[in-house]
């Protein structure tokens, strides 16, 4: 019954914080284009994401007459489903499931993700959607690739599947400081797996009319718009677990999980949309080499190690 009652508060503070996270990009945007961004609903905005969440989900649902109803009703759902369930391997140092395979947890459910959006593109039976849906696969599946490679590059310098050795590895030095182009590439990883600028040709505005969720108005736009930053929350928090020493205890675990979520912001206020033939080249030809490059010599680090140790 614990461990039910953490899962339930951790996902509606989860939801709370992503409530609040497209407030402040909303605010950091507005400030980065010279402009006030929400300030009318309560003090400074504050309940703009309140007033937002009334709004979407009263508005009227509409069913495309073409449209393969029971898929593109619950794609939305599975979408926001697992992107809530990836929270689970949140590291708790109380009573909750910090398993000892959590990584492999990450990469069998993100991966999942790619299911979601293929189905509510070709379901919603629109051109514009299936496009912006096969767009959107080609690129996840794509950095997937160099996402596990750098991630077992991590795996083979602590090995253990555990995030929690990750906290106990990092106790004196942050891993961005021994391998700082893997975390480079990990963050710009992220950003391509999280359909964020530059990455965002999933939802192409100027060409695929906003992508996959061309169709969707109300509760299932809303759905997929909850999925999108609870993974870019989850994302930003991976990325303080695994190179900048994220100790749960202490406060500045915060405020590095704040940093990092304020440089999502920040990119999508500063870089134009990428070129979609360069986003592939960049996947296969720059990350895929260079990651197998890493795990190739820390692989041999670790084993020189253990023989020099034996």
Sequence with gaps: MLIFFSML??????????????????????????????????????????????????????FPMMSNFNIYY????????ISLFLWLMMPFLSVFLSFNLSILFFLSISSLSVYSVMMAGWSSNSGYSLLGSLRSVAQTISYEVSL????????????????????????????????????????ITSLAETNRTPFDFAEGESELVSGFNVEYSSGGFAMIFLAEYSSILFMSMICVMLFLGGNLNSFLFFI??????FFWVWVRGTLPRFRYD??????????????????????????????FIL
Excluded: H
């Design 9 to 62: 508060i951790l996902v509606v503070f989860v939801l709370v914080g992503v409530a609040f996270l497209t407030l402040l990009e909303r605010k950091v945007l507005g400030y980065i284009q010279i402009r006030k961004g929400p300030n009318k609903v309560g003090f400074m905005g504050i309940l703009q994401p309140f007033s937002d969440a009334i709004k979407l989900f009263s508005k009227e649902q509409t």
């Design 74 to 81: 619950l794609s939305p759902i599975m979408n926001l489903f």
């Design 148 to 187: 596990s490679l750098i991630l077992m590059s991590f795996i083979f310098l602590i090995l253990s599947f555990n995030l929690v050795d990750f906290i106990l590895y990092q106790k004196f030095t942050w891993f961005i400081f021994l391998c700082l182009p893997l975390c480079l590439m990990w963050v």
């Design 256 to 261: 590095k999980l704040g940093f990092m979520v």
């Design 278 to 307: 360069k986003l592939m080249y960049l996947s296969w030809k720059s990350f895929l080499p260079s990651s197998l490059n890493y795990l190739i010599f820390f692989f041999n680090l670790k084993m020189f190690i253990f023989i």
